[in-house]
């Protein structure tokens, strides 16, 4: 494996085709699972994103490794997406308890914070739950998209007469343009 120098003036390894595979592959094995950027793959596997760039345009198995590595990433990523926002559809839509915790200084009477035997503050902790009722325009989006048929805005309404269509007739007024007065 020879080292020259490149353009910039840093070594650079030149990889066989079997290690660029190998190389290649490890990168987009890593960017399928959709928690690392191509960059940080490339990287991390001791290439440049430009020189993984070139090995996908000249390397058809590379282009194709990548191909299928993004569209894994982008199928992980709308998995979860879905089903963050399932669980928070299914929240808003059936309401839910949040605890909220603050904590306060406890003073003494002279208007001084209180220490304890550490040395550390004393401090006073209140939790307090808070209930939120289910979200109307959020029941009402679930009930359309799950159960259509039964909650929908659109009415359907037949204009014909015992399944027959009814009967069109055209009919034309013309003016007069005063042609009937006598006179």
């Known amino acids: 494996m020879a080292a020259s120098s490149s353009k910039k003036g840093k070594p650079e390894h030149h990889h066989t085709p079997e290690e660029r595979m190998e190389v290649a592959s490890a990168i987009c094995e890593m960017y399928a699972t959709d928690k690392y950027t191509i960059a940080s793959c490339c990287k991390k596997h001791g290439i440049s994103e430009t020189t993984f760039r070139e090995w996908r345009n000249e390397v058809a198995e590379v282009a194709d490794l990548y191909k299928k590595a993004k569209s894994d990433a982008i199928s992980s990523r709308k998995d979860r997406i ?55 325009t959020a029941v009402i989006f679930a009930l359309k998209n799950t159960d259509s048929e039964n909650w929908k805005d659109k009415q359907e309404l037949d204009h014909t007469t015992k399944g027959k269509e009814l009967e069109q007739r055209v009919v034309f007024y013309l003016p007069d343009n005063g042609r009937s007065k006598k006179g």
Request: no cysteine.
């Open 82 to 136: 879905q089903e963050k926002a399932l669980v928070g559809l299914e929240k808003l839509v059936t309401g839910f308890k949040a605890t909220e915790t603050t904590s306060e200084p406890i003073i003494n009477r002279k208007g001084e914070p209180v220490l304890g035997p550490d040395g550390k503050l004393l401090e006073r902790v209140k939790k307090t739950v808070k209930i939120f009722a289910p979200n109307p």
